[in-house]
């Protein structure tokens, strides 16, 4: 659960998205007193290919970056066209990957590619994402689950946040320098967080560090044996 807003009765409550204290404020009033709670981004639902494929030590290049933009699989407010239009004036070149769930977004994007100056890779549906964010020198990403993929990664990452429950996805992922928030898709706001982090020498590669140990990729073994000693 990530919403917190109802009763459940429930043995263990999961919920990979919240801080461990904030949850335990959140959620107790809604659970039975002897349930355990599961909070946090050590407990979060990581596949193995992921873990099977994350490389610490990464090295960046922050002079042509490669880029992923995910902005979820349906993306209902568009906002994969938002991003690449606000990067279309930016002075460093980008090499821009774009993920997307449906095809009705593809021929809007391809529109744009060739309005930018930057070259743009568009894929539908991509099925290995462990492999494609491993590649990358930073993402642009919807504040969702994806963010503690890329966190286990080692991917820096600027995110987006459209949803009240992904506030505090996005909190964990700044408090610990693993990424920073865009707070408006405009060409503006994009040229001011790509400088800080683009312009700070070795920032992509703290970033990196951060979020590989905010994300150590266990957590699905954690949660399984909780469930089987219970």
């Known amino acids: 659960d990530d919403m917190a807003n109802r009763d459940m009765d429930v043995d263990i409550l999961l919920d990979q998205n919240r801080d461990p204290d904030q949850a335990d404020i959140d959620y107790r009033q809604h659970l039975p007193n ?22 610490e030590g990464r090295r960046f290049n922050d002079q042509s970056p490669r880029v992923l933009v995910l902005m979820g699989g349906s993306d209902p407010n568009s906002l994969t066209s938002d991003v690449i239009e606000s990067l279309a004036e930016i002075d460093v070149r980008l090499d821009i990957t774009v993920v997307i769930g449906r095809m009705d977004q593809y021929e809007r994007l391809c529109s744009l590619r060739d309005s930018i100056a930057h070259s743009l890779d568009i894929r539908v549906a991509e099925e290995d994402m462990a492999s494609l964010m491993s590649e990358m020198d930073f993402a642009i990403s919807a504040a969702g689950s994806t963010v503690w993929e890329l966190c286990c990664m080692g991917t820096p990452m600027i995110l987006v946040a459209e949803e009240n429950n992904q506030f505090a996805v996005v909190r964990q992922a700044e408090a610990t320098g693993a990424a920073v928030r865009l707070p408006d898709i405009c060409p503006a706001g994009a040229q001011a967080v790509l400088s800080t982090m683009l312009n700070g020498k070795g920032r992509l590669e703290v970033m990196s560090r951060a ?3 905010l994300v150590d ?14």
Not at 34 to 55: N, V
């Open 34 to 55: 002897d349930t355990r709670i599961l909070a946090g981004p050590s407990w979060s639902l990581i596949r193995p290919d992921f873990r099977d494929k994350r490389m």
């Open 217 to 230: 990729g266990e957590g699905a073994s954690r949660v399984s044996k909780v469930i089987l000693n219970k």
């Open 211 to 213: 979020g590989q140990q």
